[in-house]
Every structure is written in structure tokens, then in C-alpha cells.
């Protein structure tokens, strides 16, 4: 059974030679799976949707028609219970102070001691009636408004008009998607079918980013996008919905993600909130699994420093080399696999100690034909390709029981794929000669 074990944890892991040891400029980072929040608090959640963190690291989550505030420990502060459910958005202002859309003909502000403050009547303003409603840290409110289209309901274009605290108009952008973002900038982010727009903050076109794709990966959406945010130095946090993915990108559209869709208890089944800590890690609401996933953020080591760092961080010379960036959805999708899944295991950790020593004996002569020869890299990649997308069955593993299991059938898949098939068609050619 040894031997069986050591094989199969050599053939995946083997896989790692496609994971990239730095990210594109301005993300040199990757989110590594902390913890599951099956619970707030003490109670089991029904329907999470908006999450927010404050300036102090107390997140603030709308389950149903609850507004929660609860510690970074996962400790409740106070609940507020309305009427009826929640739309689901919340907003934070520049003073912590907590911004609920009730409905969409109401907002209210609360304290962070659960205190209400304030209370918006949008049916006071000159709006349609089919709109979506967003605030900026300066309270100024964003209606996107638009007619409903009866033939497709993804087609969600209109004017966004923004009005300052006090219900004045102070400005019409036309023809834009859901409006879902004001960056530090100024610079305004929507969401249309299948991507992501940014504006500046006169309402001219900047660029797009993504592209649509049912169930896609990295760098795809379908149809419109839940939460749009930013981290501190304006890298944009996005999650796309139903099967995801959680798209991280820079200005020059380089795409990163976090975590993986699937069914076992370190995946997301329909991320909606996401929001991040001082600290910078990742807090997702899963709506179709009522939890909250948490992510830490690992800074990684460029590929000039020791490679001792492998270990955690992981480190590819082939993969930029086969797959022509550090961010490919295939890259992606093996390094989220192995962080997330295979890591989690204490034969994995003990074989990539010993497979980095072997590995970087011969990565960087192959990694120098493949950029010397296109043909060469063309053969890599096409011998790799079947092994990702056969990969795609570790998704349901979720202990070290069923790492194995599947790693064994695995193999025996790409035994099948690499060796069997080859065979047979070797012997059916010599029987066609005689």
C-alpha cells in the first residue's frame, strides 16, 4: 500500500511543475484556504449575501433579513433584524458607519454600536423604477437605472445618476452597466454581460476586462458580477456569481483568483460578498452554501531568491515558459489545487520537500529550449493538457483519504491516456499491415 501511496503522490504532485512561482506585476500574491465558517457565531445562516469590513477588522454580513456585525474570531457583536429580507448590498462610509439598502425605496445608516443614524426615502428621487442602488465612502448614492428588457434579462444597460446626501442630482453618466465601484481614483467600475467596464470619473470608457463564459475559469463572467472592490493599493476584487470565479486583476488585466467552485467543505458553490481585513485576507459569503470561506493572503517569493521557499509558496520555470504568462487559467487552476487541496494533506507536504530537490535539477534546461524552440514548447503543452483537464476530479477531495483515492484513479486515467491508448494503436496498425 506504501508503494501505491508514494506513486500516486508522485504523479500529482508532479503536476506542480505548471505552477508559477510569481505573479504579474502588481499581484505578487496567491490566497491559501484558512477556514470555513459554517455558523455565525452561534447561529447557522439562511441566505448570505453583502459583507463588509471596517477599519478595525469588524465585519458587518446580511443573512436574510439580518444585519450582523460579528468579530474577525467569528464572535457576534449585535444583530439587527428588519422586516423582511435584505437586497443584500451594504456600504461602508469614511466614518465606519454602516450603509444597508433596505429596499429600492430605502436606505438606512447605522452606528458601529447598531445605532440607527440616518434614513434615505429613494422614493423621493427622480429615478426609474427598475434601478440598483450603490454608496460611495463620501455617502453620494449611484443609481443605475434602466428599462426592463422582457427578451433578455442579462441586457441591463441605462443611465447611472448621482446624487450627493441630501437627494440633489449632481450628475447623469448614460449608457452604462451596474454600477458597482468608485475607486480612490475616482474611477467608476460596472458590470455588464460578461465583463467588467471602468470609467473615469467623467463617465468615459477606459477598457473592459474579462469575457464571458458559463462556468468559466480565471478572467471569465457569466453573465453580471455580485461585488466589485479594491484593496489598498488598486488591485480589483471581484466575485462573479453562480460557480464563480473570484477574479483578482490589475489595470493592465492580468488575472489571478481565489479558491475553486465544487462541493467539497474548502470550495464555493455562488460567491456574492467578499470583503478583505487590514491584514488583506479574503472573507466570501457562499449564498447556495450559507457560509463564510476565509482566504490568507501569502506574499510570494520572486524566483531570484532561495528556492527553500518552494515548499509553501511554489516556484515554475516550465509553466512561464509553456503556457507564456504566470497568470493562465491552467496555471491557475493547478496552483489553487495543489494550495487548496493537495497541500492540505501530510503526504503531499512530505513529498514536495524531496520532489523540489529533483525538480529544479532539470526546470531551468527545459524551460531555455522551450523559449529557444516553439515547437518543443508546442510538444510540452500538448502532453500536458489532458493531465489538467483530468485534474479537474481532485475538486472533490476534501481529506486525506480521498486525496489518495482519486490521486490512484488519476493515474490510472493517465495511464490509460499516456500509455494504453498509445498501445492499442500501435498494435491495431501492426494487425492492419499483416
Avoid at 437627494?167 to 454581460?193: R, V
Wanted: with cysteine; hydrophobic share 35%.
Amino acid at each position: 500500500m506504501n508503494s501505491v501511496i508514494i506513486i500516486a503522490t508522485t504523479t500529482i504532485f508532479s503536476l506542480c511543475l505548471l505552477v508559477p512561482n510569481v505573479y504579474a506585476t502588481g499581484i505578487d500574491f496567491q490566497y491559501q484556504y484558512k477556514e470555513t465558517w459554517k455558523q455565525l457565531g452561534g447561529l447557522s445562516p439562511t441566505m448570505l449575501q453583502g459583507i463588509v469590513i471596517d477599519s478595525n477588522d469588524n465585519l458587518y454580513v446580511i443573512d436574510s433579513n439580518n444585519l450582523i456585525k460579528l468579530t474577525s474570531s467569528n464572535e457576534i457583536v449585535w444583530t439587527i433584524t428588519f422586516g423582511s429580507n435584505l437586497p443584500g448590498m451594504l456600504y461602508l462610509n469614511q466614518n465606519n458607519e454602516i450603509l444597508v439598502i433596505v429596499s429600492d425605496e430605502e436606505i438606512k445608516k447605522y452606528s458601529q454600536l447598531g445605532e440607527l443614524v440616518k434614513t434615505w426615502d429613494i422614493g423621493d428621487f427622480d429615478i426609474l423604477p427598475d434601478h440598483y442602488i450603490y454608496i460611495d465612502t463620501q455617502e453620494n448614492i449611484y443609481i443605475t437605472e434602466w428599462i426592463a428588457n422582457s427578451f433578455d434579462s442579462t441586457d441591463i444597460i441605462g443611465d447611472v445618476k448621482k446624487f450627493d446626501s441630501s437627494g440633489n442630482i449632481l450628475k447623469t453618466y448614460e449608457d452604462m452597466g451596474l454600477l458597482k465601484l468608485k475607486d480612490a481614483k475616482g474611477n467608476l467600475y460596472t458590470t455588464e454581460s460578461g465583463k467588467i467596464v471602468k470609467y473615469d470619473a467623467n463617465g468615459n470608457k477606459i477598457t473592459e476586462f474579462g469575457k464571458p463564459e458559463y462556468r468559466g475559469g480565471i478572467g471569465t463572467f457569466f453573465e453580471h458580477a455580485e461585488t466589485i472592490i479594491t484593496d489598498s493599493s488598486g488591485l480589483i476584487f471581484v466575485t462573479a456569481g453562480e460557480y464563480g470565479p473570484i477574479n483578482i486583476f490589475d489595470e493592465d488585466g492580468n488575472f489571478s483568483g481565489i479558491g475553486e467552485y465544487g462541493w467539497g467543505s474548502k470550495t464555493y458553490g455562488h460567491p456574492v460578498g467578499i470583503a478583505l481585513d487590514s491584514q488583506n485576507n479574503a472573507y466570501v459569503t457562499d449564498y447556495s452554501r450559507n457560509r463564510i470561506l476565509v482566504y490568507e493572503r501569502i506574499l510570494l517569493e520572486s524566483n531570484s531568491q532561495n528556492n527553500s521557499s518552494q515548499t509553501e509558496g511554489g516556484g515554475c520555470l516550465i509553466a512561464t515558459a509553456t503556457y507564456g504568462s504566470e497568470l493562465a487559467p491552467q496555471v491557475q487552476q493547478l496552483r489553487e489545487l495543489r494550495d487548496n487541496t493537495l497541500l492540505q494533506t501530510e503526504s503531499g507536504k512530505l513529498f514536495i520537500n524531496s520532489f523540489n530537490d529533483v525538480y529544479y535539477s532539470f526546470s531551468p534546461t527545459i524551460s531555455d529550449l522551450e523559449r529557444e524552440s516553439p515547437i518543443f514548447k508546442e510538444v510540452v503543452k500538448l502532453f500536458i493538457t489532458p493531465m489538467i483537464s483530468s485534474l479537474s476530479i481532485m475538486s472533490y477531495a476534501d481529506s486525506e483519504e480521498s486525496v489518495l483515492g482519486l490521486g490512484i484513479s488519476l493515474i490510472l486515467l493517465n495511464v490509460g491516456m499516456y500509455l494504453g491508448i498509445p498501445v492499442v494503436l500501435i498494435m491495431g496498425l501492426k494487425l492492419k499491415r499483416n
